[in-house]
């Protein structure tokens, strides 16, 4: 099996002779080689540079050798494209003008993506490209509650009291400005598919906040729209959302083909609650590779066994963290080797 081929088998459920492994977040500030092309252009220009995008999203291909390669961009480059300008600091994306009244919703735009966001398709291309038979590429999407979070609250928030005022004050509004972004996400995600991407996950991560009621109401209908739009496409759907424990049988109900599970709920009883038709993804403690390459080998091969040998992709239960020492990022990638599976 080609690295592809292995990956692309894990999401359907097909025995593999390994057990896949990437990332979450794949570029990022805990490899040197990222930290160069940083220091070169802000982020927004790195998004927005097709070879530059398509650069660092091969380098932990080139460094480590996972079985499948994220697309470099960020979930609010979608919101941007809508017509809502996005600018980042210190502390994370910012809207300018937050989407608070009917009126703000109805003047966001359902835009084509292979124009608004030509250049992540072309980095799209450029990738799959380099990447040939090494590793799958893998794009994705923002969860429509998620980008409807940031676009409420004007950027990231601890309590989502903005947005959840609007859920219970003014639903009305927070379900046409959901029904706008799950269009366009799921017109975003099939263009990804159309420039090369062989699986997209969506990243609802804040619909956790939500209770399970809020979250049967204002997530997953959304989320099955776009989820349904990548399997239309051809292509597997993977969907995380953090703080999942308490929503997995709804999770379920989105018809992904992988449940991707942070770290706070055993994988065995994600497996036994989502039922034998979904793959799982997941969930070493990101803060456990700030340890030393003997504790993450053994977290690593401890999520193996308790997931089982079908239909699971070795991950983080979240982002890898910036100050992750790069012999234990590769001590994780290597762990199915070291359990006498081939890499």
């Known amino acids: 099996m080609t690295a592809p081929e292995r990956f692309l088998a ?3 459920r097909m025995p593999v002779d390994r057990t896949p492994v990437w990332m979450m977040r794949q570029a990022g500030r805990y490899l040197p080689e990222y930290r160069a092309v940083r220091s070169r252009v802000d982020f ?7 070879d530059l995008a398509s650069e660092v999203s091969l380098q932990p291909i080139e460094r480590f050798g996972m079985d499948a390669c994220v697309i470099f961009s960020d979930i609010m480059m979608a919101v941007e494209a809508m017509g809502a300008p996005v600018s980042f600091g210190d502390g994370g994306p910012h809207i300018d003008e ?11 735009r359902v835009t084509d993506p292979e124009t608004s966001l030509s250049y992540t398709m072309e980095a799209l291309r450029i990738t799959r490209e380099a990447l040939r038979d090494r590793a799958a590429l893998v794009g994705f999407v923002g969860g429509p509650f998620t980008l409807a979070s ?8 601890r309590s989502y009291a903005t947005i959840k005022t609007m ?22 995600a099939v263009a990804q598919v159309r420039a090369g991407a062989q699986a997209v996950q969506v990243f609802d991560t804040w619909a956790g906040e939500l209770s399970p009621a809020a979250y049967e109401e204002f997530a997953l209908p959304y989320q099955t729209k776009v989820v349904g739009a ?15 424990a308490g929503k997995l049988d709804l999770l379920a109900q989105s018809n992904a083909d992988v449940v991707s599970v942070d770290w706070r709920l055993d994988l065995r009883n994600a497996r036994e609650r989502l039922g034998p038709g979904v793959a799982v993804q997941g969930n070493v403690d990101p803060c456990i590779l700030l340890s030393s390459p003997l504790v993450v080998s053994a977290a ?3 999520a193996m066994d308790a997931a089982g040998p079908v239909g699971h992709v070795l991950n983080l239960g979240h982002g890898i963290l910036p100050p992750t020492p790069i ?17």
């Open 10 to 12: 894990a999401c359907k």
């Open 44 to 50: 927004l220009t790195l998004c927005r540079s097709p």
């Open 300 to 302: 690593a091969r401890e």
């Open 150 to 157: 940031y676009l409420v609250e004007g950027g990231g928030s």
């Open 230 to 244: 990548i399997r239309e496409a051809g292509v597997p759907a993977i969907i995380f959302v953090n703080g999942c």
């Open 167 to 188: 859920l219970y004050t003014q639903s009305a509004v927070a379900h046409a400005l959901l029904a706008k972004l799950a269009e366009f996400c799921a017109l975003y």
């Open 98 to 108: 937050p989407v608070r009244s009917m009126a703000a919703a109805e003047r966001l």
């Open 327 to 343: 012999e234990c990022a590769r001590a994780f990638v290597e762990a199915p080797k070291l359990s006498g599976l081939p890499v």
